[in-house]
Structures are given as C-alpha cells and as structure tokens.
C-alpha cells in the first residue's frame, strides 16, 4: 500500500443501479459533493427503467463495469467471463454512450486468465482495500468501521447501493471522515462518446 501525505478515500458501490439504495447514496454524496464510483451491473442496467444512471453520470460520479449477471468468475470458464464483461460494456454504451476502462469482478475473484484478457484491452481491475462488509453488519457497526479506518492513503471501500441504509451511513460517516483531515475522489475517468 501506498502512503501519501495526502489521504484519498475512494468510496465504490456494488451493483448498480439498485433503488432506492442508489438514490439514497446519490443523495448523501451530493449532500457532502462528494464523488464516488458507481460499479454497474449489466443485468440491473439493462432493466433499470429509471433516470438514476444518466444522474450518477450527471453528478460527475465515475462509472464501472461490475460483470453482467454477479457469478463468481472462478466458477466459470474464460469464454463465460468475458461474454459477462463484454455483455455490460455493450449495455452501459447503450444506455449511457460510455466506454469505461474500469471493471470490478464479482467477489473480488479474478483468474490470472481474465486479468490477462483486462491487461490486453486496456480494462483497469479495481479491487478494493477495505470491505466493510456491510451486507451482514448494521448500520451503526458500518459507521464505525469506516470511522475507524486507519490512517493510510489510498483507501478504496467497497459498499452495495443494494442496501437502502447506506445513505444514512455515508450521511453520518462522510463527517467524521473529513474531520480526520481525509478527502474523497472517484477511481479513474469517464469517457463520453458523444
């Protein structure tokens, strides 16, 4: 791990799009104007029938592939892997007419195969730092441990958007956050077709 005088946090969501949970989060992070990095489901997106991809896009948040359909990739062979990639690329240019260079597998479990296949077209595998692992603690015990992250840099967290709560949390840990002199910032950069 890297350590810098500056402290970067950069909060992820898994899942996408997912309300209310997503819209909750939205709306914490423009609370505080913070941004985030939103990594997207292909099979949510695709039948998403609501505005909230073009407002992540919109606020500015960075935007990630996160697999089409969430199976675990080492339980499936390098041709079943990519089309899962390759599937959501096609769904988020269609929605949203934007080439992302950033995926996130499901689970944090990559092959060496398949990162060889990112590493080959350029795709940035964010894994994160820290899971807070949210989907089986409360909210209160999610706002501790983010309160009580140590004091390195970077720090990537990971949380679900499928979780209504964690609007609440980010509205109570954000604070406690800045006040331990850290700043936020979304992974990588959009890049808009048209």
Known sequence: MIISNEK??????????????TTNILDSLEYYGVLG????????????????PERILEAGHSIGNHSYS???FSELSLDECIQEIEKTEKI????LKLR???FRPPNGTLPAEVREYCDQRGIVVSIWTHSL??????????????????EVSPIVIVLHDYLPSNGDVLMRAIPLLQARNFN???????????
Do not use: Q, W
């Open 100 to 102: 992302t260079k950033l």
């Open 92 to 95: 988020i240019y269609k929605r």
């Open 133 to 150: 692992r949210d989907f089986d603690a409360s909210p209160d015990e999610v706002v501790k441990r983010m309160a009580a992250l140590p």
């Open 184 to 194: 936020f910032a979304a992974l990588g950069m959009n890049n808009r077709t048209e």
């Open 70 to 72: 969430h199976r675990d």
């Open 8 to 21: 970067i946090i950069y909060l992820t969501f898994d899942g996408s799009p997912n309300p209310p949970g």
């Open 37 to 52: 990095t939103f990594f997207m489901e292909g099979k949510c997106l695709a039948e998403d029938k609501t505005d909230i």
